[in-house]
Nanobody
């Protein structure tokens, strides 16, 4: 079965960095939207960064200039480099995939249906 496994979360002081990884099993990133989402405590889940099926990258405004998404398609691995972390970045971070998402569809658009999700990795930023 398809599995996504995130790692790399942890506790860090504000201004620090973390690098998240997501390894996909039995799933190829091609022809899919893949993205990172996060859910802060007591809040709804939100998109952070993603690739559309054409490889275009979208970032949430709140992380632009600080986070970088990348992937190693050969290893079926998605990364999220997070720099200049802020208290408000504290959240559970998830990777997800939307197989067969329509071409030229922004990966963070609400209409993209992400059907595969990892279990999440916790990121806690402290002052």
């Amino acid at each position: 079965q398809v599995q996504f496994l995130e790692s790399g979360g942890g506790s860090v002081q504000a201004g620090g960095s973390l690098r998240l990884s997501c390894v996909a099993s039995r799933f190829a990133f091609s022809a899919s939207c893949v993205a990172w989402f996060r859910q802060p405590p007591g809040q709804v889940r939100e998109g952070v960064a993603g690739f559309d099926r054409n490889g275009r990258i979208t970032y949430a405004d709140s992380v632009k200039g600080r986070f970088t998404i990348s992937q190693d398609a050969a290893q079926n691995t998605l990364f999220l480099q997070m720099n200049s972390l802020k208290l408000e970045d504290t959240a559970m971070y998830y990777c997800a995939a939307a197989p067969g998402c329509a071409p030229y569809t922004d990966s963070l658009e609400a209409r993209v249906k992400y059907t595969y999700w990892g279990q999440g990795t916790q990121v806690t930023v402290s002052s």
